[in-house]
């Protein structure tokens, strides 16, 4: 497990979740988590016999690796993988009889404010859904999708967080510039981003809607709004989104050839 995989199991064992056990590939970051509150264990195998539920928390290449030297155990176990671009028949190929359950959070799951999507393979129940959506609320917020979407939301709401952050970034030193001390800066740019999305949460408006409202006619804010049109602000946040959701689709299509070869 890296950070997701970590973030993931402080979240349920502050949740009450008991019998949980992590991997790690090195001794170090086993002394890293040595305080976690669970065992961790340099052995996948000893790990997965025992376990009724395998989360797989490791990048797409490794995947293969990982339910290879496991496959045999896997059989009739529920797999969670938050491996981007990995399809659940391209899991389900790998480790026969196992019931899957593919999962894309962001790296907000490590505040437990996660937007997560989950999707079923061919042989995961409505309770194997159930449960898995339920693990991930305790993490934040879930959505049941169909797996066909799943390539855009990694390049959405999984890449989402490095678009915001430069957004954050940009407006801290927005706030620089215009001559505000940098604490003051940072606390003022934190809580309207995470104030903003709790309006767009509480009163159900379309973003321009709620816009309108900050607008006045020959104020401030049409002003610095006017800049962001003349640049092209919200054609390059779709252009952003749009090359990410291809680069993931190339490589979700590259992990099936090599599925299939």
Not at 46 to 60: D, G, L, Q, T
Not at 186 to 195: A, K, Q
Not at 215 to 235: D, M, N, W, Y
């Amino acid at each position: 497990m890296g950070k997701i995989g970590e973030a993931i199991l402080k979240a349920l064992l502050s949740e009450g979740y008991k019998n949980l056990v992590g991997t790690v590939r090195t001794e170090r970051r086993r002394n890293q988590l040595s305080g976690i509150g669970a065992p961790i264990l340099l052995n996948n195998r000893e790990a997965v016999k025992n376990s009724e539920i395998v989360f797989i928390c490791v990048k797409p290449h490794q995947v293969a690796g990982v339910l290879k030297e496991t496959s045999d155990l896997l059989k009739g176990k529920l797999i969670i993988s938050v491996a981007a671009a990995v399809t659940t028949s391209y899991i389900e190929s790998l480790a026969p009889g196992a019931r899957v359950i593919r999962a894309m959070p962001n790296i907000n799951i490590v505040a437990r404010h996660s937007a997560t999507a989950i999707t079923a393979g061919k042989s995961a129940s409505k309770e194997d859904l159930e449960i898995a959506k339920n693990l991930f609320e305790s993490m934040g917020y879930c959505v049941v999708v169909e797996e066909r979407y799943m390539d855009a939301i990694t390049a959405y709401s999984g890449s989402g967080p490095a678009y915001a952050l430069i957004f954050f970034e940009a407006l801290l030193l927005a706030g620089l510039k215009v001559g505000l001390p940098r604490d003051i800066a940072l606390e003022l740019t934190i809580h309207t981003l995470s104030g903003t999305a709790k309006l767009l949460e509480k009163l159900k408006a379309h973003p321009a809607e709620l816009r309108d409202m900050v607008i006045t006619p020959g104020g401030v804010t049409i002003e610095g709004v006017h800049v962001l049109e003349k640049e092209g602000f919200r054609a390059m946040i779709i252009d952003a989104v749009n090359e990410a959701y291809k680069k993931s689709s190339v490589i979700t299509q590259a992990l099936n050839n090599s599925a299939n070869a």
